[in-house]
Structure formats: C-alpha cells, structure tokens
C-alpha cells in the first residue's frame, strides 16, 4: 500500500492537478489516503509530486493511522484489526471507513518527505 499525504494548498494548482488530486480524494491540505501500487497510480503521484509526499507503508502505521484518524462511514465503531484486514482483501475504497484521512498540520513543521516520520508528526 502507498500512504498518500497532500501537504500544500489550492495557491499554484492547474486545473489538472486539480482533478488528479480530486480524484486520488485528496481535497483538502492535510489529508491522506492509501492506494493500491499500480502503474497508473504511481504515473499520478509523480505528476503531482511537489504537492504531496507519499511513501509505502507497513501494516503498524496503517494500524495507528486506523486507530487515531480513522472515521467509519456509518455510525459504526471501528475494530482495528478487521479494518486492516478488509482493506487487505477488497481495497480502501470497499472497507468500511471513509477514503481519506484528516491529519494535523506536522508539529514542528515539515522539514522532510519522509513518509514514517512526517505520519508521526501528523497524528
């Protein structure tokens, strides 16, 4: 999985960038999403890579990034471990949580793109 992290605003944006990053569902400055890794998702992050920061990441982030700032789409509590799980087996976008994530701005701002470390500055 690819841990996707938008770090800067609307100011600079074509309109295509625009839709790339609509369409990857990261519409606001600090949000985040996991993608599968495919060519054509990999294609899109480098289009847009000077307004994101992306990484793989392990199945311990992913438990913490459920745990802290996962939502459910329903009114539904959310059990950690069978999140992962369906994310996993069907995907992001067919589990049960919302498609993105919303962090806090980086404490002590964003010295690198390093995907781990930038994640726990932002939960």
Known sequence: MILVIRISGMIGLT???????????LRR????TLLEE??????????????IAYGDIE???????????????????IVVEDSLEQIKKSGFLKSNLKPF??????RGGIE??????LLEKML
Do not use: C, V, W
């Open 15 to 25: 309109k295509e960038m625009q839709e790339s990053l609509h369409r990857i569902r």
């Open 29 to 32: 400055k600090y949000s985040a």
């Open 38 to 51: 495919t060519s054509f998702n990999r294609k899109l992050l480098k289009k847009i890579r000077n307004f």
């Open 59 to 77: 199945d311990q982030e992913i438990k913490k990034l459920i745990a802290k700032r996962g939502e459910a789409k329903e009114n539904k509590k």
């Open 101 to 106: 994530f919303r962090l806090h701005p980086p």
């Open 112 to 117: 690198t793109k390093k995907i781990k470390l």
